[in-house]
């Protein structure tokens, strides 16, 4: 392979990367919007049966969301490699806790935080784990 | 957050189904008549149901993270199931993740 045709190849795996990562990026957005629209469906819902799952709107938004958000998952991870997506992935728990309390007035506390930070940097670890 | 807890172990169950189903399609009629996947699914849709049951009270900010514990669940299933290895970094990824439960169930109020 010449210099020149390395390079494009180099560039176009590259770019399949950030494509994966893009993707990843989006599934961890729609996943956190998901989440939210599931607490204020079930926010206004005090009973728990059929007909009032099926006629509540915010839940029914927040499947949707969820199923994108699977979807996008599965078509990245087709093409990508696990284990540089995974630390991608552990951005919904960032955006969930930022959005709980921005959104639902949830109060952060440090026990809180070291939880969530701790969990990000497992689930990162288990991808690079993946790789070996 | 119990029930949080179990939707992430009947989730992790579904992984494994999804997985021992995922390996035996060639087309797509053997991708929807095969049951191992369809299994995978319900399971799914079953730790979904739970899920949602649990977040119902309580934060979503601690309850949110505690589904991380099915990557747990998971690993072990690969191990015994599939005989993947279980890396000294996975280990230390699953001790973060546990510490990070540990630590989110002492945050709630």
Same mark, same amino acid.
């Given at each position: 392979?010449?210099?020149?045709?390395?390079?494009?190849?180099?560039?176009?795996?590259?770019?399949?990367?950030?494509? %994966?990562?893009?993707?990843?990026? %989006? %599934?961890?957005?729609?996943?956190?919007?998901?989440?939210?629209?599931? @607490?204020?469906?079930?926010?206004?819902?005090?009973?728990?049966?059929?007909?009032?799952?099926?006629?509540?709107?915010?839940?029914?938004?927040?499947?949707?969301?969820?199923?994108?958000?699977?979807?996008?998952?599965?078509?990245?991870?087709?093409?990508?490699?696990?284990?540089?997506?995974?630390?991608?992935?552990?951005?919904?728990?960032?955006?969930?806790?930022?959005?709980?309390?921005?959104?639902?007035?949830?109060?952060?506390?440090?026990? @809180?935080?070291?939880?969530?930070?701790?969990?990000?940097?497992?689930?990162?670890?288990?991808?690079?784990?993946?790789?070996? | 957050?119990?029930?949080?807890?179990?939707?992430?172990?009947?989730?992790?169950?579904?992984?494994?189904?999804?997985?021992?189903?995922?390996?035996?399609?060639?087309?797509?009629?053997?991708?929807?008549?095969?049951?191992?996947?369809?299994?995978?699914?319900?399971?799914?849709?079953?730790?979904?149901?739970?899920?949602?049951?649990?977040?119902?009270?309580?934060?979503?900010?601690?309850?949110?993270?505690?589904?991380?514990?099915?990557?747990?669940?998971?690993?072990?299933?690969?191990?015994?199931?599939?005989?993947?290895?279980?890396?000294?970094?996975?280990?230390?990824?699953?001790?973060?993740?546990?510490?990070?439960?540990?630590?989110?169930?002492?945050?709630?109020?």
């Amino acid at each position: 392979m010449t210099n020149a045709a390395a390079d494009l190849f180099s560039m176009t795996e590259r770019a399949k990367h950030l494509r %994966c990562v893009a993707m990843v990026f %989006c %599934c961890t957005v729609l996943g956190a919007a998901a989440q939210m629209f599931f @607490k204020a469906g079930l926010l206004r819902m005090p009973h728990f049966s059929v007909p009032a799952l099926l006629t509540n709107w915010p839940l029914l938004v927040g499947l949707v969301l969820y199923g994108g958000s699977t979807l996008l998952l599965v078509l990245a991870l087709r093409e990508g490699e696990l284990s540089l997506l995974y630390p991608v992935i552990s951005l919904t728990y960032a955006w969930v806790t930022i959005l709980s309390v921005w959104r639902l007035g949830e109060t952060m506390n440090a026990f @809180k935080l070291g939880g969530v930070a701790a969990i990000i940097f497992g689930v990162a670890l288990l991808g690079r784990g993946n790789r070996a | 957050m119990i029930l949080v807890l179990v939707a992430s172990f009947i989730g992790s169950f579904g992984a494994v189904f999804l997985k021992a189903g995922a390996g035996r399609t060639q087309c797509l009629k053997s991708l929807v008549f095969n049951p191992r996947l369809a299994i995978g699914v319900c399971l799914f849709l079953i730790s979904t149901v739970f899920y949602l049951l649990g977040i119902r009270r309580g934060e979503l900010s601690v309850l949110y993270p505690m589904v991380s514990l099915g990557y747990i669940w998971t690993l072990f299933w690969s191990r015994l199931f599939f005989g993947e290895p279980l890396t000294k970094m996975k280990f230390a990824g699953l001790g973060l993740i546990l510490f990070g439960i540990i630590l989110l169930g002492m945050g709630n109020r």
